[in-house]
Structure formats: C-alpha cells, structure tokens
C-alpha cells in the first residue's frame, strides 16, 4: 500500500480557497487518488477523485502533477462548514489507506 | 436513502467478554470494510469482504473477526476484546466514489 503524507492541520478564513497537498511517492501505477471528508464523530464522506491532470466537481478540484506523487485538493471560497479532517487515500482496490488527514479550520 | 447502519453506536464493555458490533448496508454492494479511528492515526483497515464468503485482512486485523454470510451485513466479532482495542469503528460499504460509511461504533474496554 502507498502511504501518504499530508499537514497535520490548516488554519484559512471564510471566503478563501484553500490548497491541501498530499505526498504519495509510491504510488503504483493504477492506483487513483481519493479525498474523503471527516467531521468529529461521523464517518468520512467521499470528495473527489483522479488519476491524473486536473478533476473538478461541485465542490472540489484535484491536481495532479505528472510524476503523480503528489496532489493537491483545492476547495474554493471555504466556509465555516468546511471545518473538517481531510484525508488523501492512493489505492482504490481491495485495501485503503487514510494517514492521520489534515484539519482543516476555517475562521469567520 | 442510500445507507448503512451499525449497531451499536456505544459500548462499554469489560476484558474477555465477546462482543459483535453489526453493520448492513441498503446499496447491494459487493465490497464492505472494516476500520478503527485511533487519535492521531486516522482510520486503519480491520478486514474487508469482496462478497458474500470472501474476506480478507487489512491493516489490522489482529484480535478481530468477520463473516460474510450475507451480502448486506458484515459484522465485526471481537472474540476477547483488551483495552487496546478501544477505539472508533467505522463500517464501510461500497468502493472508492461510492464508499459509503456507517456512523461509527465507540467501545470502550476497561
């Protein structure tokens, strides 16, 4: 299973657009990349996901470089409602693997 | 309403006493997982299920059980629960874009 790093946490202000990398040197190659929301005590809730170049959807774009080891989730203008734990899972088979995430605190 | 439900949603319970916690899902999803929250380890896989009589181990599978003997329910079994196996659990159900989760079981093992 590729492992993933990504910050521990974030601090943005409403209105903004905030960028959360995630590091997946060892992804294989037919891994896609997935990003799930968590709020405290509720299970994670699927976001978006890519193989390659650029994924954009109602709530969320994902980047992904060429190499691949590497992505970055960009959720724009965040409200306060977007105060979450976001996780970057490689894989997408049988086995997943979610890292500790990045908290994500979005201030009035 | 796409949904999956685990029971039950607390439990206090003591060292060696056998417990199950349940999980069904409303979606005919052939995949189902199992994962523990630990803070500050995000969620770590127990056990999966490709379908009905197929499971495997994930991260963690030590300590715990599954079966499989029906496609809309996957319980968690947990033989001789210590107090390191407190901790969040999460069923799962479906694959990726479609993975959806239950609410979350909390055990406590004193």
């Known amino acids: 299973l590729a492992k993933t790093t990504q910050p521990i946490s974030m601090d943005s202000y409403e209105g903004q657009e905030v960028n959360i990398t995630c590091s997946h040197n060892?992804?294989?190659?037919?891994?896609?990349i997935t990003w799930y929301q968590q709020f405290p005590s509720q299970g994670p809730r699927f976001i978006i996901q890519?193989?390659?170049t650029k994924v954009t959807n109602e709530v969320a774009s994902l980047f992904i470089p060429a190499d691949r080891k590497s992505s970055t989730l960009s959720l724009p203008r965040v409200s306060l409602s977007d105060t979450a734990v976001y996780y970057c899972?490689?894989?997408?088979?049988?086995?997943?693997?979610f890292g500790s995430g990045t908290k994500l605190n979005v201030k009035p | 309403e796409a949904q999956v439900t685990q029971n039950p949603r607390y439990l206090i319970t003591v060292t060696g006493k056998k417990l199950t916690v349940t999980c069904s899902q409303n979606?005919?999803?052939?995949?189902m997982s199992w994962y523990r929250q630990d803070p500050g380890l995000g969620l770590r896989q127990i056990y999966y299920?490709?379908?009905?009589?197929?499971?495997d181990k994930g991260d963690v599978p030590e300590g715990y059980k599954v079966s499989r003997k029906e496609k809309r329910n996957f319980p968690l079994i947990l033989e001789s629960p210590s107090p390191n196996q407190t901790s969040l659990y999460f069923c799962?159900?479906?694959?990726?874009?479609?993975?959806?989760f239950g609410p979350g079981t909390r055990l406590t093992v004193l």
């Open positions: 979606m005919n999803h052939e995949y």
């Open positions: 890519g193989y390659k």
């Open positions: 899972l490689v894989g997408g088979t049988l086995r997943f693997y």
């Open positions: 799962g159900s479906g694959l990726t874009d479609t993975q959806y």
């Open positions: 299920s490709m379908n009905v009589e197929v499971t």
């Open positions: 060892n992804i294989a190659t037919n891994d896609y």
